[in-house]
């Protein structure tokens, strides 16, 4: 766009420019959710989901290719787009201001030329014979005339310097597409010329220095396909670790990390891994989607998802209390979060449930029980809780085919309350609508202090670990702790709030998928 006169400013129809961009715009909007259907056909291929061989293989590196292409077209267009954006509001600016001085200088008889030059008529001579009252007159008519041609020569040259301003930005829109063969001599004919100009990209990126779930997603998000995969299989540690990246991310991390532990038996983390894949083998024999969405097999920490937490409606996170092991007892915290999601599905048949057997932590063990007596271990794994909470959330918003929130249940028993004590008392507000509060040995924080719109709480009359109150002033049970109770049975022991023998689980599943009506 280059600059005109300030009549030909004054003229602008800038509505039609920014017509222009609000279309550009809407096409830059939908190139995400266009990639991210590509890359989701192209990571099934990959997995051998719907088609194998080698043409499979061809076909997910074509389309692996094609996603670092679009990768880079979004960011060019995007760059462009803000530069479009400053180009069309510095033309409003520089149009409304020209109309301004050129209105001004004919309701005052200035003349302005298309430089914004105001013309200085020759001065006039006071009537002969004036009174002093005419010569006022005529002194302050002068001073009048001088003030409005100060005014439009001000008006003139903001308007041509925001004409100015907007061409720069108008070029500035061409330069940066570039990159992509968007401006220039030479525009790209067809996929091959425009893969071409923009290359490959880098091989390999650093991790994001900003780790906050937000931020993690946003990065995630930016990467084109090929360097995903690149980071993933160098360092999988690191990228199935981080809270904001979508769980199939996370799962496919995590599982070459998988691998890699248990290719050496007498390796820390051994049991740990070794329970992780017999689940996920138990599963996928089944037909039944699994994700490996948490894996620290060094630290015994897994967590699996029964169900797809990026596509899930509702969603439940189990966590365990003191006397599990994830080596020994993954399988039977699985067994548990699946009945969970059964009591949801038959409560909500339609619903899309997705539940976790949660081992973020360690929960006090074997010859480690006695630290049940302390919450340190709570303390840690309410970090971790929080820090996945977050991650699933931010990981979802930022999806560009399902922006949608889902529902976020935290299932917790026993020493596991603990953790979600903690959790709450870590930075930011606990990313879960409800709590379910299942044999509490007492909380610090009452039903409000945790964060969410709704906490639930199961205490059975025989279980005595709920009169304990140990890990704070607050038993669930009590009235002034404040949340709704869920339905025990009568002799109902400390480990049988899962069992299906009472109606606690049935309770559960109705709070997963907000169906429950407290009697």
């Known amino acids: 766009m280059s600059a005109p006169g300030l009549t030909g400013v004054a003229a602008w129809d800038t509505s039609l420019l920014d017509g222009a961009v609000y279309t550009l715009?809407?096409?830059a909007e939908r190139l995400p959710r266009w990639r991210a259907r590509v890359e989701g056909v192209a990571r099934s291929?990959?997995?051998?989901?719907c088609w194998y061989g080698d043409a499979a293989q061809q076909a997910a590196r074509v389309l692996a290719e094609v996603s670092a292409v679009t990768t880079a077209v979004t960011v060019a267009l995007d760059s462009s787009l803000d530069r479009l954006w400053d180009a069309a509001r510095q033309a409003r600016t520089a149009q409304e201001l020209a109309a301004q001085a050129l209105a001004e200088a004919a309701a005052n008889g200035v003349t302005v030329d298309e430089a914004g030059g105001v013309g200085t008529p020759a001065p006039l001579a006071p009537p002969a014979g004036a009174t002093p009252q005419a010569l006022a007159d005529h002194a302050a008519a002068a001073a009048e005339w001088a003030a409005a041609a100060e005014r439009v020569a001000a008006l003139a040259a903001d308007a041509l310097h925001a004409a100015a301003q907007a061409a720069l930005h108008a070029a500035g829109s061409a330069e940066v597409l570039g990159a992509v063969g968007g401006s220039g001599a030479v525009v790209p004919a067809d996929f091959a010329g425009l893969q071409a100009v923009v290359g490959a990209g880098p091989s390999t990126v650093p991790l994001p220095a900003d780790r906050s779930p937000g931020a993690v997603a946003a990065w995630w998000a930016g990467l084109p396909e090929p360097a995903r995969d690149t980071l993933t299989t160098l360092d999988p540690r690191s990228i199935g670790a981080l809270d904001g990246?979508?769980?199939?991310?996370?799962?496919?991390a995590n599982r070459l990390l998988l691998d890699r532990t248990l290719a050496d038996p007498s390796g820390t983390g051994y049991a740990t891994a070794r329970a992780a894949a017999a689940e996920l083998a138990t599963e996928e024999a089944a037909g039944r989607p699994a994700q490996l969405w948490v894996l620290d097999p060094q630290q015994g920490q897994v967590a699996v998802s029964y169900g797809d937490l990026d596509t899930a409606e509702d969603v439940a996170v189990l966590v365990p209390g003191m006397g599990n092991d994830p080596a020994e007892d993954l399988d039977d915290l699985g067994d548990r979060a699946q009945s969970v999601a059964d009591a949801a599905s038959a409560a909500a048949p339609a619903a899309a449930v997705a539940t976790v057997a949660w081992f973020g932590y360690r929960p006090p063990s074997g010859a480690q029980s006695w630290r049940v007596l302390l919450r340190?271990?709570?303390?840690?794994?309410?970090?971790a809780l929080a820090g996945d909470l977050a991650g699933l959330a931010a990981a979802r918003a930022a999806d560009p085919l399902r922006p949608d929130d889902p529902r976020v249940t935290v299932v917790a028993h026993s020493y596991g309350t603990v953790v979600v004590d903690e959790a709450a008392d870590a930075p930011g507000r606990l990313a879960a609508d409800a709590v379910v509060l299942n044999g509490s040995p007492g909380m610090?924080?009452?039903a409000a202090g945790l964060e969410v719109a709704e906490v639930y709480e199961a205490s059975s009359p025989a279980d005595l670990v709920t009169s304990w109150d140990h890990h704070g002033q607050y038993p669930t049970w009590r009235d002034d702790f404040g949340a709704v109770e869920l339905p025990t049975g009568s002799w109902m022991m400390h480990s049988e709030y899962y069992d299906d023998g009472f109606p606690t689980r049935a309770a559960m599943g109705e709070v997963v998928v907000d169906t429950y009506e407290p009697a």
């Open 25 to 27: 715009e809407a096409v």
């Open 45 to 49: 291929l990959a997995d051998a989901r």
């Open 444 to 446: 610090e924080n009452d």
């Open 245 to 252: 990246l979508p769980a199939w991310a996370r799962d496919r």
């Open 376 to 383: 340190g271990r709570a303390e840690e794994g309410g970090v």
